[in-house]
């Protein structure tokens, strides 16, 4: 297999020469799956890789056409839903704080592809893409920004709680920062139950300001637990940059005795090259940090327009040089696994996976009065709440 | 060894069992502790054992319910006989704790010194050694993120139990306790349980300073997923204890720092109490008082002052501060129409408060007289010993409020 050789005039725009093989890699594709995963594609990431007290991994990555492809059908499935989400919450169909994760779909992708369903991943209220990408379905997604019953938390989450215990993600917080110790907590269940598994915390650059995510730090750094600690830097804590909160805006370095990696957060690739080696270190080594360098086309939420801090050619700024989406299309042509209207069919196809989801979701019914008080406390051993006659407690409301 | 009794009065207060439930069963043997075998009870607070829960029935009427160390009994056997162990209220809750660790790998301990130095009351002497390091965790001064640690390991099936040095230092980790320790088992629709247990002494001690001295039950009360029990002799405490540690939701345990060495005889059977029930200490027929934790000792000091008087007063413990157990509260309250609640919380906005307003809300057909409520003052604990004594509810006062009520 030849080498490519990517000639990247500057770091921001990359040029991606297409890669010559012996084999010719044109091909029908029908609904964009490749089963080949044969084929090595190898190129190299945007970016090095920045290290602290660590060696950084190699930039050079290698995957398959099936890989590829997959990647670019679960981002663009995770790009349609937040938008559509976006337009429920403008139809208000959807209430309360809606945080929109479009931008940042590399992080969630590249880190499914480099670890298993075993291994745990916790994060705050930004939560949807990384739902899906822990086998969430789109039902249960929109279920549950409706307040539906058929939604993943019964409709009594909503949008900052997903949670899906088979899939390994424990959630979905509302007070950011406070999911870190949590994490260290299932690393610490994991060093108990030495399974050889890994946990992924992940918080923002404004939660990487929370003192209790210096105590997890320490903790996991005394008893080596397992847990990788990730920080999703967006730039902006809601409305304030990062220079304006933070004195050293190096996450990576802030864990000092942790090791760190800062990797583009935008290359899926770096991503789960990153996701893979970290996961390597922390079986062996302990902790380790993580920080992307992303971007959050939409605002903090839907309640913020985002514009009033950065300006407009800022975000399309991003948004042409480094979206994470062209990028992988642009490998996808360049490497001639399809061709641009295939992927555009593809694109109608999601939108129309994703309409039909709402759609059956809009018909799942409201959950019943009677679901206010079920699973407050768990029925068993030594539990019931009783009222004065010994029945338990009920409230009949009118 | 001599029975050593901080400061409630004494062998006094607990030598008056003449007048305490009288339903007493003698083992006819004692068993040690490895002996026993797998099966265990589930005792009501009134003696009575629910049917079934025990797979080897016959045991049932062999078993001491109220095992309080009793003078009037200690003449009749010689030590050697008589059944049960007598131990320390830390070392019954440290007798359940193992127990209940030796018996289900997932039991874990988290706090500061529980490991190698033991415990600052010693609750937790010797599983370090036992157990190991990981599972006696030795963790740095840390609350917040050490309690949010135990729930992040309870997501996935750990029973941890996190002990605060002193409950005061859990406000540190009231987010933890809050939002995610009560709320995840809802706001997940169900996909997790946490069953932790989060113990620690609290109350006022002697002298301690006032940060020492806080009295949290009422923070914690609103805490929608939480259960709350107060323990106040060795038995209750270890009962408690394991009926937490088994309990699938999370439970806070709260024990009192001048309580730590009650002696008291217990049973050495293996038993589990009900998270729910109040404890009848003494029953009687002028007028109710509930009251839990230390203040017990106080009323019982006081009950002996109105029995000499002609009052008849019945005591309850209400041990379960969430939720309250309204079916015992409600019959005594039926049978004196009179309530006195005694307690150590602060008066604004404490469990009595929430007490007064539940026994209210359901029996106020059946009272007599308007509910008092003796709480300890809205103060911070002050240092010097006289101020002090003034903050909590002294013997006196209830006397007092006792004699007002029944008038």
């Known amino acids: 297999m030849a080498l490519s050789r990517i000639a990247s005039s500057s770091s921001r725009s990359h040029l991606i020469k297409p890669l010559t093989t012996a084999l010719s890699l044109r091909r029908p594709i029908s609904s964009l799956s490749s089963t080949d995963d044969t084929t090595t594609l190898t190129f190299e990431t945007s970016v090095p890789f920045t290290s602290h007290r660590c060696d950084p991994p190699s930039r050079t990555v290698e995957t398959t056409p099936k890989e590829l492809l997959s990647f670019f059908r679960d981002m663009a499935l995770m790009r349609r839903m937040e938008i559509a989400a976006d337009s429920l919450y403008k139809a208000k169909l959807i209430r309360g704080f809606c945080h929109l994760y479009d931008g940042q779909e590399a992080v969630a992708v590249g880190m499914e592809a480099a670890i298993t369903k075993k291994d745990c991943i916790i994060t705050a209220y930004r939560d949807h893409c990384i739902f899906l990408g822990r086998g969430g379905t789109l039902l249960e997604a929109f279920a549950e920004l409706m307040g539906r019953k058929g939604g993943c938390s019964k409709g009594k989450g909503g949008s900052m709680h997903f949670y899906k215990k088979e899939g390994g993600f424990y959630g979905g917080h509302g007070i950011v920062g406070a999911q870190v110790p949590l994490g260290c907590g299932l690393a610490f269940a994991q060093k108990y139950s030495k399974d050889e598994n890994v946990t992924f915390a992940l918080y923002g650059d404004g939660a990487a300001n929370q003192g209790q995510l210096f105590e997890a730090l320490n903790m996991a750094a005394l008893w080596d637990l397992p847990a990788i600690f990730v920080c999703e830097n967006n730039h902006y804590g809601m409305g304030t940059a990062e220079w304006r909160a933070a004195k050293s805006p190096a996450y990576y370095k802030r864990g000092d005795y942790v090791p760190g990696l800062k990797v583009d957060g935008m290359d899926a690739f770096a991503v789960k090259q990153a996701c893979k080696f970290a996961k390597e270190h922390a079986l062996k080594n302990g902790p380790i940090i993580l920080e992307m360098d992303t971007y959050r086309y939409h605002g903090h939420s839907m309640s913020d327009p985002g514009s009033t801090y950065r300006s407009r050619d800022e975000i399309s700024g991003v948004r042409q040089e480094r979206d994470p989406v062209e990028r992988i299309r642009k490998l996808i042509l360049s490497h001639e696994l399809a061709t641009e209207k295939e992927l555009k069919d593809f694109e109608k196809e999601v939108r129309k996976e994703v309409d039909e989801a709402i759609a059956k979701a809009k018909e799942s019914p409201m959950p019943d009065p009677s679901e206010l008080f079920t699973n407050v406390y768990v029925k068993g051993f030594g539990v019931e709440a009783y009222g004065a006659d010994r029945k338990e407690v009920r409230a009949v409301l009118p | ?407």
């Open chain 2, 1 to 407: 060894m001599a029975t050593i009794i901080q400061g409630i009065g004494a062998a006094a207060a607990l030598s008056s069992s003449n007048s305490f439930d009288s339903k007493r069963f003698h083992l006819p043997s004692r068993r040690s502790l490895s002996e026993r075998k797998g099966s265990f009870l589930v005792v009501r607070s009134d003696g009575r054992v629910i049917p079934g829960s025990n797979p080897r029935g016959r045991r049932t009427d062999q078993l001491i319910t109220n095992a309080v160390a009793a003078k009037a009994d200690a003449s009749a056997a010689s030590t050697a006989s008589k059944p049960g162990h007598e131990l320390l209220l830390f070392e019954a809750l440290r007798e359940g704790l193992e127990e209940e660790m030796e018996r289900d790998p997932r039991v874990c301990v988290m706090g500061e010194d529980v490991g190698h130095y033991g415990g600052s009351y010693k609750v937790t002497k010797g599983l370090a050694p036992k157990y190991g390091d990981l599972r006696v965790l030795d963790t740095p001064i840390a609350e917040n993120s050490f309690t949010g640690m135990a729930i992040g390991a309870a997501m996935t099936g750990l029973r941890p139990i996190i002990e605060g040095m002193n409950m005061g230092f859990l406000l540190l980790a009231f987010n933890q306790i809050s939002n995610n320790c009560g709320m995840l088992h809802y706001t997940s629709g169900g996909q997790f349980t946490i069953p932790v247990v989060i113990r620690g002494p609290g109350g006022v001690g002697r002298q301690l300073g006032a940060e020492h001295s806080q009295r949290l039950e009422s923070y914690f009360q609103s805490i929608p997923g939480i259960q709350m029990v107060a323990c106040s002799t060795p038995y209750n405490a270890k009962g408690l204890m394991k009926a937490a540690i088994r309990s699938e939701n999370p439970v806070i345990l709260f024990e009192h720092v001048l309580l730590y060495n009650l002696k008291e005889r217990i049973p050495d059977e293996e038993y589990v109490l009900s998270l729910e029930e109040a404890e009848m200490v003494r029953p009687g027929e002028h007028i109710t008082i509930l009251t839990y934790s230390r203040m017990r000792y106080h009323v019982m000091q006081a009950a002996k002052t109105l029995v000499n008087k002609g009052y008849d007063p019945e005591v309850i413990d209400i041990r379960s501060l969430k939720p309250f157990d309204l079916y015992t509260i409600g019959n005594s309250v039926k049978k004196t129409h009179r309530v006195l609640i005694v307690e150590e919380c602060m008066r604004t906005g404490g469990i009595g408060a929430s007490l007064t307003a539940a026994i209210s809300e359901n029996f106020h057909d059946y009272l007599d007289a308007p509910i008092v409520c003796l709480s300890s003052q809205d103060v911070p604990t002050p240092y010097a010993g006289t101020l002090e004594e003034w903050t909590v509810v002294q013997p006196a006062q209830i006397v007092a409020a006792v004699e007002q009520l029944c008038q």
